[in-house]
């Protein structure tokens, strides 16, 4: 079992003989929280499966370390670098945008992570970012990629700061600049910050994304148009993490 | 079952080069106290200001680079860099500066006091927020500042012009400095000055070079304690005598394969940056957990002041560190790497020090490359502990530890 403990959900994932996924669950609630906990009761109910059928289990993500239940913690990158080449064995380049944190990550041709760049404590850039900009427009962050989509003329959103970029968003709307276009702003402005990082490793195809944002097509496609390359995803992005949790538990047994 | 008594620390060994080093670090501030209450004329130095300067005139003077690092390690950062924010600097500025600006403005931090200055000795060698931090000092005490200008340096070696115009430069700081404290300049007592100088390098060089051994004789972090030393007492016979003792010592531990790294040294990094001083033990633990021993440093090379004469000094303090170009400093970084069996570099994105983290994620890149070895980076500060997030932190260094397992053939996690 492998468990990605993130600071605003918590996902896990079953994995049977190293290759099939048996079963897994999200939970609205990180660090700090029974997020975890629950996490695991339902993938087990949902699995059939009784918590002592479980051989190992791994915790990643920022609250890997406090999870009592763990038999070993690894890092966030060893994890989607894992999960991420498990769903794309061509992966070279991993981007992995999180609640609070974004990270780029280069992987050889036998998946193993080679070197990665994470965000500054910086907000801009990651989840946090988008999840306060859909707080001041009043809806939810599912339905920023189909307003994007729309938007005609994006408008420029400031890339270095969510404060700043909280104001500046503000005034577009005061200005008259429609949802859909400030919507757009925002997706290009994360995009811009994240591609930045990928540049710094070096943006090597195949490139994958994962992490909640992941399945944000306007951040997704905007960062497709700013690397110009093609951006892998896959529907279980957002448990990328737990799963190479998974995969890791699987190696230890089986050493 | 009674409750098992805590062991008292062993008292140090007077002979040990740590308690040595540590003397000659506390001797420091107390001369200096001693020699102001005597009514001597005391200064404040910058770290790369030519200290044979002073201490071939017998001038008494305090690091505030030193005293501010003292301070935070001490847990008083916060409280001195909000003292100083709250007369309008900016929290951007150097937490340093800030320190020390606070503590000319309250003259007083248990952590670490120290006299208050006659008179400024600043050199522009280390960064140029340094000159805007001493004018303000000598401006709100109202005392004279000798200021040095080392320009940085874009080519490889030191230009001859460049040593004539630092040459004037300096003639005119001992002229200054005689006036000041009415004490006279001794070509003598330059010539033992220098001599110990180049001793203590020496000695330096040798104890660093031992990381060259695997495992290494010791742990890296001690020199971010004993570098104290070469900071402000290098021209010092005691201080040639004690770090002749730890090259000594770091030789036998090496031959009866000791170390001051406590653990099983599964992993070598290089440490880029001025420590983390707020967070040194947060720090070094998380390194420390995981069998990561800091093996270097680039203080291993800058204190490595060797040189023969007067213009020969020159040219040393015009190739510190932070005057020097991208292609040099990097140069030397790699034969740091290479000759001490380096696996992986943990760079500190330092908020203080805008200098030297700029131009390390174009550095660190061309290291990583050169010596194919995985690059980590962590923000932090020097000196102010609101720049750090112990949580980055962790994932960072474990990232780095995995990666480096990995390429031996560890499972990847």
Redo the contacts between chains.
């Keep these: 079992m492998g468990i990605d403990i993130g600071s605003t959900t918590s996902k896990c994932v079953l994995l049977k003989n190293g290759k099939e996924i048996v079963g897994s669950a999200l939970v609205q609630a990180g660090v700090g929280t029974d997020g975890p906990d629950e996490a695991c009761r339902i993938l087990l109910e949902k699995s059939d499966i009784s918590e002592y059928q479980v051989d190992y289990r791994?915790a990643t993500g920022?609250g890997r370390?406090r999870w009592k239940k763990a038999d070993?913690a690894?890092?966030?990158?060893?994890a989607h670098?894992?999960g991420s080449y498990f769903l794309f064995p061509e992966a070279r380049t991993v981007i992995d945008i999180g609640g609070q944190?974004a990270k780029v990550i280069a992987l050889n041709e036998k998946g193993?992570?080679?070197?990665?760049?994470?965000n500054?404590?910086c907000a801009a850039g990651t989840g946090r970012f988008l999840d306060v900009m859909a707080g001041i427009l009043k809806i939810q962050v599912s339905e920023l990629e189909n307003l994007a989509a729309q938007s005609l003329n994006p408008v420029s959103i400031s890339n270095t700061c969510t404060v700043f970029a909280e104001s500046e968003v503000i005034s577009q709307l005061a200005a008259g600049s429609s949802v859909n276009d400030v919507v757009a702003g925002i997706c290009v402005s994360v995009a811009g910050r994240v591609a930045a990082l990928a540049r710094?490793v070096g943006v090597k195809e195949q490139v994958c994304m994962s992490g909640g944002v992941a399945i944000n097509g306007g951040v997704r496609k905007a960062m497709e148009q700013i690397l110009g390359v093609k951006i892998f995803c896959s529907p279980f992005a957002q448990m990328t993490g737990a799963l190479g949790a998974a995969l890791?538990a699987y190696?230890?047994i089986k050493? | 079952m009674p409750e098992e008594k805590k062991k008292a620390r062993p008292a140090p060994d007077p002979n040990s080069a740590k308690y040595k080093l540590g003397e000659i670090a506390a001797k420091a501030y107390s001369d200096a106290q001693e020699a102001k209450e005597r009514g001597e004329k005391v200064g404040w130095i910058s770290s790369n200001f030519p200290v044979e300067i002073p201490e071939t005139l017998g001038i008494p003077v305090c690091y505030p680079e030193n005293q501010a690092a003292g301070i935070a390690a001490r847990g008083a950062g916060a409280r001195l860099c909000e003292i100083a924010e709250g007369d309008g600097y900016s929290n951007d500025i150097c937490a340093y500066a800030r320190i020390s600006l606070a503590y000319a403005k309250i003259k007083e931090a248990p952590e670490q006091d120290m006299p208050q200055p006659d008179f400024l000795l600043c050199c522009n060698n280390i960064c140029n927020c340094m000159i805007k931090w001493y004018e303000n000092i000598a401006k709100e005490l109202d005392i004279p500042l000798i200021m040095l200008d080392i320009p940085f340096n874009p080519d490889y070696e030191v230009s001859d012009y460049e040593v004539a115009y630092v040459k004037g430069q300096f003639l005119e700081a001992i002229r200054q400095l005689e006036q000041i404290t009415g004490k006279n300049w001794s070509d003598e007592r330059f010539k033992t000055v220098m001599k110990n100088s180049c001793r203590t390098s020496r000695a330096w060089l040798e104890a660093t070079s031992y990381a060259r051994y695997t495992p290494s004789p010791f742990n890296g972090f001690d020199l971010l304690n004993h570098m104290a030393v070469m900071v402000t007492a290098r021209g010092k016979e005691e201080a040639a005598k004690a770090m002749e003792t730890l090259a000594k010592e770091y030789k036998e531990n090496h031959e009866t394969g000791k170390s001051t790294f406590r653990g099983e040294e599964k992993h070598r990094i290089m440490f880029e940056g001025i420590a983390c001083w707020p967070w040194l033990r947060v720090t070094s633990s998380g390194l420390k957990d995981r069998g990561i021993n800091m093996v270097t440093t680039i203080y291993a090379d800058a204190f490595g002041f060797i040189y023969d004469d007067f213009d020969g000094m020159i040219r040393a303090y015009c190739k510190v560190p932070n005057a020097i170009n991208l292609e040099l400093s990097r140069d030397k970084r790699v034969k740091l790497v290479k000759a001490n069996n380096v696996e992986g570099l943990l760079v500190h994105v330092n908020r203080s020090c805008k200098l030297w983290s700029g131009f390390m994620n174009e550095m660190s890149r061309q290291i990583g490359q050169e010596c194919s070895i995985p690059v980590v980076s962590f923000d932090g500060d020097q000196a102010d502990p609101r720049n750090f997030s112990e949580a980055q932190y962790e994932t960072r260094v474990q990232a780095l530890a995995e990666i480096m397992a990995s390429r031996k053939g560890d499972v990847q996690g």
């Design positions: 791994i920022y370390a070993e690894i890092s966030e990158l060893s670098a894992l944190d193993q992570l080679q070197n990665f760049v994470m500054d404590k710094r890791y190696h230890k050493l």
